[in-house]
T-cell receptor, first 115, second 108 residues
Framework: DVKVTQSSRYLVKRTGEKVFLECVQD?????MFWYRQDPGLGLRLIYF???????EKGDIPEGYSVSREKKERFSLILESASTNQTSMYLC??????????????FGPGTRLTVL | AQRVTQPEKLLSVFKGAPVELKCNYS??????LFWYVQYSRQRLQLLLR??SRESIKGFTADLNKGETSFHLKKPFAQEEDSAMYYC??????????FGKGTRLHILP
């Protein structure tokens, strides 16, 4: 059973703070993703990584950075948190290969509130 | 442009009635399409994908290339079907493009 875990379920931070959101997967997946989920906007891709030390910008990368030093871990960093980054953040991972196994598995989400 | 459109934000259906959640896509090439579901307080999970032509929890979805649609259907709604449903497309770069989601509310 694939497990994708995120370090916190709920997080409250102040404007200007540096925030780290951690995601770990235990299935040796090559690909990892960070999304934010907002009502009425659905899921929007922030960044993704298809290999260690590789990263690609998604649709809304501004204000975020990522780090993939190890295959199993993908970190999302908010250098200076702002109130418009209050959201639910979802991490996902997937394996590169045939379509039958190439599905994304999601973590439980981190609800971040920036005051 | 690659796009997934779910025209309904909210769909309310009586228990036992048929359900159809609409999804239209825009993609040049052969798309790979999915439906994801998120029940209250649970993680997002894959419901079904078009290539396997499966039926999960009574739901089916047929890819209609002529109409560029991948509507999700169930003949008889159950209360436990209440959830947020996302249609998604995987492109050749392995990116998943999600629709904005439809909240399905099953009325007793």
């Amino acid at each position: 059973d694939v497990k994708v875990t995120q370090s916190s379920r709920y997080l409250v931070k102040r404007t200007g703070e540096k925030v780290f959101l951690e995601c770990v997967q235990d299935m040796d997946h090559e690909n990892m993703f960070w999304y934010r989920q907002d009502p009425g906007l659905g899921l929007r891709l922030i960044y993704f990584s298809y290999d260690v030390k590789m990263k690609e910008k998604g649709d809304i990368p501004e204000g975020y950075s990522v780090s993939r030093e190890k295959k199993e871990r993908f970190s999302l960093i908010l250098e200076s948190a702002s109130t418009n980054q209050t959201s639910m953040y979802l991490c996902a991972s997937s394996s590169t290969g045939t379509s039958l196994i190439d599905t994304q598995y999601f973590g439980p989400g981190t609800r971040l509130t920036v005051l | 442009a690659q796009r997934v459109t779910q025209p309904e934000k909210l769909l309310s259906v009586f228990k036992g009635a048929p359900v159809e959640l609409k999804c239209n896509y825009s993609y040049s090439g052969s798309p790979e399409l999915f439906w994801y579901v998120q029940y209250s307080r649970q993680r997002l999970q894959l419901l079904l994908r078009h290539i396997s032509r499966e039926s999960i929890k009574g739901f089916t979805a047929d890819l209609n290339k002529g109409e560029t649609s991948f509507h999700l259907k169930k003949p008889f709604a159950q209360e436990e079907d209440s959830a947020m449903y996302y249609c998604a497309l995987r492109n050749r770069d392995d990116k998943i493009i999600f629709g904005k989601g439809t909240r399905l509310h099953i009325l007793p």
